[in-house]
């Protein structure tokens, strides 16, 4: 009887064992559940709500962008070459190419035989006024005593006046042209500048009727953008046109313009036609010859919908915009993107207009959804 008993007693803490352990089971199994729609539940906070930009979807007109290669030049209209009027020996440079020069600065002298002639006409001009002035005064006092008439006072007069303007005829050569007494003919810049060339050397010989700008000063505080349009894209610009123009020397730095002028001419050698924009170069920044990247912005026929490009997530090769509803509702949608700008993006399919994406810090969420 006994040992029945014992029997029996097992078989019930078992039969308990098994039920308290098919009860935890049975608990955590429905658990399950709800611990995964736990894990799966996503909702914004207030912090980063406030972080992100919302932006509706809206159908725009397609912006195209075309890219041309050129460079910055001088403005032609504050541009001077500088040529010698003689030839001759050159005794001295004063300027350097990129040296900063003021109007009526000496950029260099020329010793030469053609000065020395037109030396030798300033004293002839000096001796005819000197010979007419004395003659004038002698047909005076014969005019006082009755010894000659009027009219050869009148003729030695006029004699005078043809020896004075030839006189100040030479004077004015020598003041425009530097010349001076000993043989020496000044180079001169017009205007004040940046000598952007320069053909001439000290000790050089210049030959007479050199035909060649030995100097070129240019004024830079407004220069041009100079870029190349091909064949195939012509018909796209039109002037007033916006354009950016990026530097080598001054990566991310866009300059703002228009095109204000187009060159209706083929390159024969290129086959490309020339569209010039004038820039504000402040601080001189900007330096003839400097290759410059033109942006050419223009609008094609079609419109689609839009995004700021900011929006666009680039993962695994492909694009994904987070779609907005609230803040507990996010979905990642994939889209196909038509064009992309530095500001906006175009796209064929994924997005409606009227719905609304994210357009910043929109990666941490797009990371926590997919993850």
């Known amino acids: 009887m006994k040992n029945l008993l014992m029997q029996w007693a097992r078989t019930s803490f078992n039969k308990y064992i098994y039920v308290a352990l098919f009860g935890i089971l049975f608990c955590c199994s429905n658990n399950e559940p709800k611990v995964e729609a736990e894990k799966k539940a996503f909702a914004l906070s207030e912090t980063m709500l406030n972080s992100i930009k919302l932006d509706t979807v809206k159908p725009t007109q397609v912006q195209g962008i075309l890219n041309l290669n050129g460079k910055i030049v001088a403005d032609e209209n504050r541009m001077v070459e500088i040529f010698p009027i003689v030839g001759g020996n050159v005794l001295s440079i004063d300027a350097e190419l990129g040296d900063f020069v003021k109007k009526s600065q000496t950029l260099g002298v ?36 009755k010894l000659v008439s009027e009219r050869e006072i009148v003729s030695a007069q006029k004699e005078l006046e043809k020896a004075e303007a030839a006189l100040r005829k030479i004077k004015e050569t020598f003041s425009i042209y530097g010349f001076n007494s000993r043989s020496e003919y000044y180079l001169k810049s017009p205007i004040n500048g940046f000598v952007i060339d320069k053909r001439i050397n000290r000790d050089m010989t210049l030959p007479s009727g050199h035909n060649e700008s030995v100097f070129t ?73 400097m290759i410059a990247t033109t942006r050419v912005f223009y609008n094609e026929t079609k419109a689609l919908p839009s995004v700021p490009a900011s929006a666009i997530i680039f993962d695994k090769s492909r694009q994904f915009v987070m779609v907005f509803k609230d803040r507990y509702n996010i979905e990642t949608r994939e889209v196909e993107l038509y064009k992309t700008t530095q500001n906006s993006a175009w796209l064929l399919s994924g997005v409606a207009p009227g719905e609304v994406v994210i357009s910043k810090n929109q990666l941490f969420i797009y990371d926590a959804l997919n993850d």
């Open 110 to 145: 020329i010793r030469s035989g053609e000065v020395a002639e037109y030396d030798r006409e300033l004293t002839d001009a000096q001796s005819d006024v000197l010979v007419a002035q004395k003659n004038l005064t002698v047909k005076q006092d014969l005019y006082a005593s």
């Open 217 to 289: 000063v240019a004024e830079l505080s407004e220069v041009w953008a100079v870029a190349n349009v091909y064949e195939s894209d012509i018909s796209r610009i039109k002037e007033g046109m916006n354009v950016t123009i990026s530097t080598l020397s001054y990566p991310g730095e866009l300059i703002q313009g228009r095109i204000d002028k187009i060159f209706n001419v083929l390159d024969p050698e290129t086959k490309t036609m020339k569209v010039r924009v004038r820039i504000k170069n402040q601080d001189f920044k900007l330096k003839p010859e």
